[in-house]
């Protein structure tokens, strides 16, 4: 029979990925901030979310960036050459030339990493005085951010808390005792 029914594909996946060893010095979070920073262009990709572009507009496989404890890849695949080719170059453009190093790009950390934002008030912009805080107006902030919010969500899991209380515990005299991915009460010490 043969003919690779079912979805078979008998042609394999071509398979590239970087890796940098990233033990953190603290929990802030720094190997995971800059995961996604890389990501949000580079030189020759100068585009603001290049990731979500080749997510959407390539043949691959697998794409995704990934933060360990005292590591951080960046693993692409994909059954087309080409593609597979292209997805080596903005991958390898995105990591060793990123727009977030670039003076243009200061609003990269600040998207992933934490900031302020106001919270409150009506954001749809009918307020009569057009949503803008009046002199003397007392405003709320809070922290937002891409990895803020993401390990916010990782540490509200039981299970997870126990896992990094546990690491911390077993490793306490090593970069293993700290959250590579970020703690959310210490990500916003990071500056």
């Given amino acids: ?29 720094v190997p995971h901030v800059l995961e996604h920073s890389v990501l949000c262009g580079s030189r020759k990709y100068p585009s603001r979310d290049p990731f979500a572009h ?8 697998f794409l995704n960036a990934m933060t360990y404890p005292d590591r951080t890849v960046y693993p692409v695949a994909s059954r087309n050459r080409a593609d597979f080719r292209n997805l080596m170059d903005v991958y390898l453009d995105a990591v060793f030339h990123p727009r977030a190093v670039e003076e243009e790009g200061w609003w990269v ?14 954001d749809d912009g009918d307020e009569a005085d057009g949503g803008v805080s009046l002199p003397g107006e007392r405003r709320d902030f809070e ?7 993401e390990m916010k969500g990782a540490y509200s899991d039981p299970e997870g808390l126990m896992d990094r209380v546990a690491q911390g515990l077993l490793f306490p ?19």
Avoid at 54 to 61: E, P, R
Avoid at 143 to 149: A, Q
């Fill in 1 to 29: 029979e043969g003919g690779g029914g079912g979805g078979y594909d008998p042609k394999p996946d071509k398979v590239f990925g970087v890796s940098f060893r990233t033990r953190p010095e603290s929990s802030t979070g």
């Fill in 54 to 61: 080749l997510l959407k507009g390539s043949l691959q496989t």
């Fill in 109 to 122: 950390l600040r998207q992933e990493g934490w900031r302020y934002d106001v919270v409150g008030g009506d």
């Fill in 143 to 149: 922290y937002k951010g891409v990895v803020y919010s």
């Fill in 173 to 191: 005299d090593s970069p293993y005792r700290y959250d590579s991915g970020g703690d959310p009460a210490v990500i916003p010490t990071l500056t």
